[in-house]
């Protein structure tokens, strides 16, 4: 098996992963950096993907608690789609600096959600939203050993996060428009890990730790009725006048950390023109239990999210196939465990991938690939307060699709 038809399968393979990983589960998985750079053997490489993503989600019922007019009320809504479709660009660039030395920088969005609801609910919640970009630089350093080369892995990235969330109390208090809250924060982490090769064979095995984030959020809280808020926590009309009088906006602040993780893949060649690749990946999503935003007239909470996440599991299995010196294609299957304890609908999903990949010289090559992603069905039953809702999400289907080149120099 030649390098070059080695390099083609590879490509393909990744191609399926790309796609089979920004579901929308596993809480709020999205893009990974691409490393590829480190394994080069000579010069550089620029690498440029977009993935786009339609998760097709949706609550098939509601049922919940709201005010209207001042007075509390229950109410009932059939369908109502509410995670957005989404794209996640991924560039870099790297290859070999000297001697045994290569690295690459990287930038891709980690984690991310949009969800904006229609209907009575948006009492509760009109929408949610976290953005976050990924900026990396990451070095391996190369052993050549009696058989195969070894990879010692090391990196930091830095992360910015935007988060959003939005209430509409217009029939509830007469305000006009969305009540919301936006709160920015920044962090740095690092990034640890091994790989192994025999480039004869195809085979690579790596193991990639990413660290934690811990991110202190601040922000600005915008067209919300602090007063009338605060006399449902069971102050006196008089009391909340006296703290709050007519302010509509304040600061807001938060705390949050985003999940470590930890990945094994493998690929090998196994036949004459075939590969066989899969992971294993480790998310500590439980990290993510509960995020309260609170307000910077009195220091009270004015926003509680219920999370209270289980670690996540992504299992990909799949097979490559070279059909001659330029054109490779592949198929995968990944298994990604939800993380939802009832507070939400993230449960199980299956995502179904094949991917494409044609050399048009050896410095040039493209990439496509597509993907049905199969949701399972789930329950949110968990509730805070007598004001919040209990929903349940269908069994539906998503898809993606992706694009990416690939220039040597």
């Known amino acids: 098996m030649t390098t070059r038809a080695v390099a083609t399968l590879v490509s393909a393979g990744i191609a399926s992963i790309l796609l089979a990983s920004p579901s929308q589960a596993g809480g709020f998985n999205r893009g990974i950096a691409n490393l590829d750079p480190l394994y080069y053997t000579t010069g550089f490489g620029l690498t440029s993907s977009v993935t786009y993503v339609s998760p097709a989600r949706s609550f098939s019922s509601v049922s919940g608690?709201?005010?209207?007019?001042?007075?509390?009320?229950?109410?009932?809504?059939?369908?109502?789609?509410?995670?957005?479709?989404?794209?996640?660009?991924?560039?870099?660039?790297?290859?070999?600096i000297i001697g045994d030395l290569s690295c690459a920088g990287s930038y891709t969005q980690p984690y991310g959600v949009e969800a904006n609801y229609d209907g009575a609910i948006r009492f509760n919640i009109a929408q949610q939203k976290l953005d976050t970009d990924e900026y990396g630089l990451t070095c391996g350093y190369g052993f050549d050993l009696s058989k195969g080369r070894l990879l010692l892995i090391g990196g930091v990235f830095y992360e910015t996060?935007?988060?959003?969330?939005?209430?509409?109390?217009?029939?509830?208090?007469?305000?006009?428009?969305?009540?919301?809250?936006?709160?920015?924060?920044?962090?740095?982490?690092?990034?640890?890990?091994?790989g192994y090769e025999i480039p004869e064979i195809a085979l690579k095995a790596q193991l990639l730790y990413r660290s934690e984030t811990h991110h202190d959020a601040t922000g600005e809280y915008t067209n919300t009725p602090f007063a009338t808020l605060a006399m449902l926590t069971g102050l006196s009309r008089a009391q909340a006048a006296a703290i709050y009088g007519n302010a509509q906006t304040?600061?807001?602040?938060?705390?949050?950390?985003?999940?470590?993780?930890?990945?094994?893949?493998?690929?090998?060649?196994?036949?004459?023109?075939?590969?066989?690749?899969?992971?294993?990946?480790?998310?500590?999503?439980?990290?993510?239990?509960r995020i309260e935003l609170v307000e910077g007239i009195a220091?009270?909470?004015?926003?509680?999210?219920?999370?209270?996440?289980?670690?996540?599991?992504?299992?990909?299995?799949?097979?490559?196939?070279?059909?001659?010196?330029?054109?490779?294609?592949?198929?995968?299957?990944?298994?990604?465990?939800?993380?939802?304890?009832?507070?939400?609908?993230?449960?199980?999903?299956?995502?179904?991938?094949?991917?494409?990949?044609?050399?048009?010289?050896?410095?040039?090559?493209?990439?496509?690939?597509?993907?049905?992603?199969?949701?399972?069905?789930?329950?949110?039953?968990?509730?805070?307060?007598?004001?919040?809702?209990?929903?349940?999400?269908?069994?539906?289907?998503?898809y993606a699709l992706s694009l990416s080149g690939s220039l040597k120099f």
């Not at 289980?310 to 294609?329: I, R, S």
């Open 250 to 289: 304040a600061s807001a602040s938060t705390s949050a950390t985003l999940p470590q993780n930890l990945e094994l893949s493998l690929q090998s060649g196994f036949a004459p023109g075939w590969l066989a690749f899969g992971s294993v990946k480790w998310t500590d999503w439980s990290v993510l239990q």
């Open 65 to 96: 608690a709201r005010i209207v007019g001042g007075r509390p009320g229950l109410y009932t809504q059939g369908e109502t789609d509410i995670v957005e479709d989404f794209t996640v660009p991924s560039v870099t660039v790297g290859g070999r």
């Open 299 to 398: 220091g009270q909470t004015f926003s509680s999210t219920n999370f209270y996440f289980e670690d996540g599991w992504t299992v990909t299995g799949g097979v490559g196939h070279k059909f001659n010196d330029k054109l490779g294609a592949s198929l995968s299957v990944t298994w990604d465990k939800g993380v939802s304890t009832g507070w939400d609908t993230l449960t199980d999903t299956w995502s179904f991938g094949g991917g494409v990949a044609y050399d048009f010289t050896d410095k040039f090559q493209l990439r496509a690939g597509g993907a049905a992603i199969y949701f399972t069905d789930g329950d949110k039953d968990k509730i805070a307060n007598a004001l919040d809702y209990t929903a349940t999400s269908d069994n539906e289907w998503g």
């Open 161 to 194: 996060v935007d988060f959003t969330q939005a209430r509409d109390f217009s029939l509830a208090f007469g305000t006009v428009g969305e009540s919301r809250i936006k709160v920015e924060s920044e962090d740095v982490g690092y990034r640890l890990g091994v």
